[in-house]
């Protein structure tokens, strides 16, 4: 039932992984519905992991939690904060977000209940400032994806997918959404415009969605039938996405300040439209046909999102595809 791989930073066992790090701990669970699995996991986090260590459990393949097992993640966080070190859980499912995170707790008599629940192991690692290296332009956009990710995931509770990224070839001067919010990126090698696009689909499907989280949580009876999708006026739509963007933009910055960067990023530019228009703020170019784009698409429950670069050089644009 138990194996101890030959490589001693590894513990196998057939309900969970144990990868022991200089820093925290992995802990990937893979089956939390056997009887033994709850003993089998506190026998081994107590053999292998003889000095506190931050503790970061992958939830990838649990669908369902007992009060059992959330006993124990509160015994265990108890444990690791009285020597300084941190349990995150991570890529944990919609469905146990709500009973999970801390965000989510709204309970008066205890204000400490729940954990702390981030998207993805990169996030994790940010919480506990595991960093390689400076922060450069490829890393910076790998920032700014994690910081779009956690937002959504969070405030919506619905996991950004990346799909694949390409250079575009056609319709250069495009945008790839109807609201977009526009970025002067600057580092010591290189100058580029950051686009954070939202088609319209998406934005309708986002407001509605705070509609209806809003009538849930009023006071009132629920509607007798479903209400019916309203579509957003321009105004509307146009504080949604300054909402969105200000938001990431400030998880962004928040990281930047405590690292070593050489990037900086400025304020954001609203442009409304599909046809890229040249504005004052944006410094680099006055038409995207005088460059290079690399699309990163994203997709959600919501719609799509997209994240274009934009370089003046073709060689920026390939190093950046490497």
Not at 110 to 131: C, H, W
Request: charge should be neutral; glycine fraction near 2%.
């Amino acid at each position: 039932m138990n194996e101890l791989n030959s490589n001693s930073n590894i513990v196998k066992t057939n309900f969970f992984s144990i990868i022991k790090k200089n820093n925290y701990s992995l802990v990937y669970l893979s089956n939390i519905n056997h009887q033994q699995s709850l003993s089998v996991l506190q026998d081994k986090l107590h053999s292998c992991c003889t000095t506190p260590t931050h503790l970061l459990f992958n939830f990838a393949s649990i669908s369902e939690i007992t009060d059992e097992w959330f006993n124990f993640f509160t015994s265990l966080e108890q444990q690791l904060s009285t020597s300084k070190k941190k349990l995150i859980l991570f890529y944990v499912p919609t469905n146990l977000v709500t009973k999970l995170s801390k965000k989510e707790q709204n309970t008066t008599e205890d204000k400490n209940t729940g954990f702390n629940v981030v998207p993805n192991l990169i996030m994790a690692l940010e919480e506990l400032d595991v960093f390689l290296g400076k922060i450069d332009s490829i890393n910076f956009v790998q920032i700014f994806v994690n910081a779009l990710i956690k937002i959504y995931y969070l405030e919506y509770q619905t996991i950004v997918k990346k799909d694949k990224i390409f250079i575009k070839k056609e319709n250069l001067n495009t945008l790839e959404g109807d609201f977009t919010g526009a970025f002067n990126v600057d580092s010591n090698t290189n100058q580029y415009l950051m686009f954070l696009s939202f088609p319209k689909e998406t934005i309708t499907n986002l407001i509605n969605s705070k509609d209806k989280i809003s009538d849930i949580n009023s006071l009132s009876s629920p509607p007798a039938s479903p209400a019916p999708t309203i579509l957003p006026s321009m105004a509307d739509s146009i504080v949604l996405v300054k909402e969105q963007i200000k938001k990431i933009h400030s998880q962004v910055m928040l990281i930047l300040a405590g690292l070593e960067s050489n990037v900086t990023l400025s304020d954001v530019s609203i442009l409304e439209g599909r046809e890229f228009k040249k504005i004052e703020a944006i410094k680099l170019t006055d038409s995207l046909e005088k460059g290079y784009s690399i699309i990163l698409p994203f997709s959600c429950e919501f719609g799509k999102l997209y994240i274009s670069l934009w370089f003046k050089e073709l060689n920026s644009a390939i190093n950046f595809m490497e």
